[in-house]
């Protein structure tokens, strides 16, 4: 069920407000949605970004997603703080640049060489950046895409709604995201 | 035998008939070198290269938004790949985009090259020779590749010119409405309009430097003041803003004329500063462009002078809202002003400080000359030395301002970096501390737009420049002068190290300063590549940022390494034009070092390069179209280019993928084979986010199919040492580099063979602790290789 206008949930308004020439606008999920859609999947990937070498909280999540067996393609240097948690991430090395183009090839067999994934979680982006990527997925290729930063991303096919005023809500939200896992 | 001569002539035989000779072509030119197979290139002569080049490194598109608006048919919807009416898809209409933006940064320098070239040619004549130093015979690396032609008087760079122009309107054209419609043609086209943009980037400083005397490859230029704190507020203050260094040039004469050099402040912003330093060391560098804003609210300007390019929308409401007379100069930028050529200098000194006029258009040299330091002084006399307007009247303006925030947000949604504004407005109403936003001074981009989005009308820039202002006064520093080219014997000296490996890279950190970080990044980033002895070669703002940051012992990296062209150096070519001495350094290794042909010979070079120079651009802040045909031109000379965050809406990047085992592959010009290769570099165009990735990717990007066991051994070296230091880990992709023992890092030699035998499935004979089976391909000391058929063919034929 996507968040209407439950009180809890500020309304998905954007990080950035000219971010607004699309066609189709990300649908603003609640986290247990969230947490079904990727019980469902066949290939989740949870990719993390650099916010993680500024916010260890984001480290805390991100360790919990790998315990629930996750597999974590960590950018940006984003892999240091998750191996000195004992996390091992299976992709360390290439940008979210790179990987949003591999994700858009329909040979590639993921980093494990077993296929390619169908739903792909993105955790500690500059909002801007992961944008970019967000069209990019959005346009060329069916991958199922959820953005769980505290911006609402409206290139995602589905996002957390705008949280930078309130912290512990997104951290509420990311906490009930992996209970429900 | 009738020798022809230029100029006009009237055959008595044939009356009413004269013949006008243009350009004499002598036959000293035609013997320089036998001419390649592409001299003057139109848009198909090396689209054979572009495809083979994107067939590795495939076009990747970020779309910015959905739709098309460019034309009356629409606007169309192009979401998930629909076409527009003119029958456009999405990833077309992108590459398109890219084109349009590469045409409109390669017409920027071209336009620049062409005014100064005209101006210069009326000064000094064309017969002025091209003169670039006792060290520096390969005077136009990049228009002797290009172009064909080796320019010897500021008359020949008219040739180059009139070919850069020609394409550059013949790839604008391809942009109309139903002309191309492959997304790979578009991007040959961005590639080959972005070469163009190299020439005319070469045209303008090699024109600056023989007219105006430039330092001509010197390492060692002098260090001139760089900083907020540089001006001696006790003087009257010329603030210059732009590009083009034609209509500053004529003050710093003026001055030196009279004598009175010494009782006036010239300062800079943008790459004219680089170029008046270039010119006269007396003049000062104020930053790069995001200090307009800071420049003239602080009310240093006592006048400004603007030129063209990368200069605000809004310079004249700036300049008028502090009281700042505004002489704007470029046909470029009119700004809306009146032209007042042909008004006498009283006349038109009177109308600027009297304020009848707010500011002049002025596209007369001398008379900006003149008129510039007799206003400054004027208005200076009227305020005197009190300038009108410094962020806020007093502290309790400043306070009263800070307590009009009510945390909406607004400007934070409208920011281009997100900056926590609302956080630092809460912070200092509670506590009365304003560490918070001074914090933020760092890293904004002082743009302005949250300022036009707060419904309070607070002076969010005036707050934040105001909570850092100790720091921001203060801020001084040291940027080295442009010094124009590299020296032929600089490169004798290196080209083999760079060519082999022994020398692991060089990084060329040039463009903009839309960081997404603190400025101080950029100079952790570079010295981390100093103090490993690559070179580091930089211009334009990336040149000026360096320059203001100090050590804890207040040293720049300006003053703890050398300008020379040489691993450990660190090198400032100068302004946004002289980033063609860099593309011109790489196309020199190939000349210098390997004896490559030149003239008219792109494809071979380009190959060379990309084969065996590890040489990689970063632009940490890239944010004009200038910075995105630069980058684009470097693609298709080989080089590769990382971009900082907000690179990605360039909305394009050349991503390959080293996973498609068939894309990496050469000729080997010995064993005549097609070889499978490592995937080096494994990206043309690619985006990072963090400093740390930006560190690890450009060391990885170093790598180089013809690296030798000891040169790629020094290259894995510095990239698994960067990849453990800042990832925590071994790269991922570290197995793909590795030919041989030879190649793998001294000191971790033993437990990197453990993992390639119990990790990858290598075989190793343990007694000889050599590698026997699992490297994509063996080492050869004469491994030659090529991705250019034709290379292949002229090298291996008889």
């Not at chain 1, 260890?56 to 240097?77: R, S």
């Not at chain 2, 090259?113 to 390969?138: K, S």
């Not at chain 2, 940490?620 to 990605?648: C, E």
Request: net charge neutral.
């Amino acid at each position: 069920m996507a968040v209407t206008k439950e009180e809890k949930y500020p309304s998905p308004k954007r990080f950035d407000i000219a971010d607004i020439q699309v066609s189709r606008e990300s649908t603003a999920v609640k986290p247990k949605i969230v947490a079904n859609m990727i019980k469902r999947a066949k290939r989740p990937l949870l990719i993390t970004g650099g916010q993680l070498l500024k916010d260890e909280k984001l480290v805390d999540f991100a360790v919990k997603f790998a315990e629930k067996g996750i597999p974590i393609a960590a950018t940006a240097g984003s892999s240091r703080p998750l191996i000195e948690r004992g996390v091992r991430p299976i992709s360390k090395t290439y940008t979210l640049h790179q990987i949003t183009q591999f994700l858009q090839d329909e040979e590639f067999q993921g980093f494990d060489g077993q296929g390619n994934y169908d739903t792909v979680i993105f955790l500690g982006f500059l909002p801007y950046y992961l944008s970019r990527m967000l069209s990019s997925l959005k346009h060329f290729t069916k991958i199922t895409t959820i953005a769980i930063d505290e911006f609402y991303q409206p290139h995602a096919k589905f996002s957390f709604t705008n949280l930078t005023k309130d912290r512990e809500l997104y951290h509420s939200m990311l906490e009930e995201v992996l209970q429900n896992l | 035998m009738f020798e022809l001569k230029k100029g006009a002539f009237v055959l008595d035989e044939l009356k009413n008939v004269s013949i006008r000779i243009g350009r004499v072509v002598e036959e000293e030119e035609e013997e320089w070198e036998e001419a390649g197979p592409t001299p003057k290139p139109g848009i198909l002569e090396l689209r054979k290269w572009d495809h083979t080049l994107l067939e590795r490194y495939e076009p990747f598109y970020a779309p910015m938004q959905d739709f098309c608006n460019l034309c009356t048919m629409g606007p169309c919807d192009l979401s998930m790949n629909k076409k527009g009416a003119c029958g456009i898809d999405l990833k077309t209409q992108k590459a398109r985009l890219v084109t349009i933006a590469c045409c409109v940064g390669a017409s920027a320098h071209t336009a620049h090259a062409r005014h100064l070239v005209d101006h210069l040619i009326e000064e000094y004549g064309e017969d002025l020779p091209i003169d670039l130093g006792p060290d520096v015979n390969v005077e136009a690396p990049v228009m002797r590749t290009v172009v064909g032609i080796k320019p010897k008087t500021l008359g020949d760079l008219r040739e180059a010119l009139s070919w850069a122009e020609k394409e550059i309107v013949k790839v604008l054209h391809s942009v109309h409405i139903g002309n191309e419609e492959s997304y790979i043609d578009y991007e040959s086209k961005a590639l080959h309009v972005s070469m163009a943009d190299h020439v005319g980037m070469e045209v303008a400083d090699i024109a600056q430097i023989v007219a105006y005397n430039f330092p001509k490859a010197e390492p060692n230029t002098p260090l001139v003041d760089t900083g907020f704190g540089i001006v001696d507020r006790s003087k009257p203050t010329i603030v210059v803003v732009g590009h083009n260094v034609m209509y500053a040039r004529p003050i710093s004469d003026y001055l030196e004329e009279q004598g009175r050099i010494d009782d006036f402040e010239v300062a800079g912003l943008c790459c004219t500063a680089h170029d008046m330093t270039r010119y006269n060391q007396k003049a000062k560098i104020f930053g790069p462009i995001y200090y307009q804003l800071r420049v003239i609210r602080a009310g240093l300007a006592d006048i400004v002078v603007s030129d063209e390019q990368c200069i605000r929308a809004d310079l004249l409401d700036a300049c008028k809202k502090a009281g700042v007379p505004l002489i704007a100069t470029s046909d470029a930028a009119a700004r809306g002003l009146p032209d007042v050529s042909d008004w006498p200098v009283e006349k038109i000194v009177d109308a600027l400080v009297s304020g009848k006029l707010p500011g002049v258009f002025l596209p007369v040299p001398e008379k900006v000359g003149q008129v510039a330091p007799l206003v400054a002084e004027a208005v200076f006399r009227k305020h005197g030395g009190e300038r009108k307007y410094r962020f806020f009247e007093d502290d309790s303006a400043f306070r009263e301002e800070i307590e009009k925030c009510t945390q909406c947000m607004n400007c934070v949604f409208t920011c281009p970096h997100s900056l926590r504004v609302d956080q630092g407005m809460a912070h200092a109403q509670k506590t009365g501390d304003v560490s918070k936003l001074a914090k933020l001074e760092e890293i904004c981009i002082a743009c302005g737009k949250c300022e036009q989005v707060c419904p309070k009308n607070i002076k969010i820039i005036n707050v934040i420049m105001r909570a850092n202002y100790d720091n921001l006064y203060n801020k001084t520093g040291k940027t080295r002068v442009g010094r124009g080219p590299i020296q032929d014997t600089e490169i004798r000296k290196v080209g083999q190290p760079i060519v082999f490996g022994q020398i692991p890279g060089v990084i060329a950190a040039v463009g903009c300063i839309n960081y997404p970080d603190e400025m101080k990044s950029i100079v952790e980033i570079l010295e981390e590549f100093l103090k490993r002895r690559y070179i580091v070669v930089t211009s334009g703002c990336h040149a000026m940022d360096i320059g203001m940051i100090k050590d804890e012992e207040g040293r720049t990296l300006y003053e703890k390494y050398p300008g020379n062209f040489d691993a450990g150096g660190l090198v400032n070519v100068g302004s946004c034009v002289s980033n063609a001495h860099i593309s011109g350094a790489t196309i020199k290794i190939a000349n210098i070092f390997a004896m490559r042909p030149l003239r008219g010979n792109y494809a071979e070079i380009a190959d060379y390069v990309l084969n065996r120079v590890g040489a990689v651009g970063f632009s940490w802040g890239p944010y004009s179209h200038k910075a995105a045909s630069i980058a684009t031109g470097f693609n298709r000379l080989g080089v590769p280019v990382v971009v900082g965050p907000h690179g990605t809406k360039y909305r394009r990047a050349y991503i390959g993928k080293p996973w498609k085992k068939d894309r990496w592959w050469v000729y080997d010009i010995k064993t005549r084979q097609k070889v499978f290769i490592e995937p080096a570099p494994d990206s043309l165009l690619v985006a990072v986010e963090t400093k740390e990735e930006a560190i690890v990717q450009l060391a990885r990007l170093c790598i180089r199919p013809n690296d030798t066991s000891a040169g790629r051994q020094i290259k894995l070296t510095h990239y698994i040492e960067l990849h453990q230091k800042y990832y925590g880990d071994l790269p991922d992709d570290w197995h793909l580099y590795v030919r041989s023992e030879a190649d793998l890092p001294l000191k971790q030699r033993e437990e990197l063979l453990k993992i390639l035998e119990e990790q990858y499935g290598w075989k190793i004979d343990w007694e000889k602790k050599k590698i026997v089976e699992g490297p994509i391909r063996h080492y050869d000391a004469g491994f030659n290789p090529t991705i250019v058929e034709e290379v292949y063919e002229k090298y291996t034929r008889g």
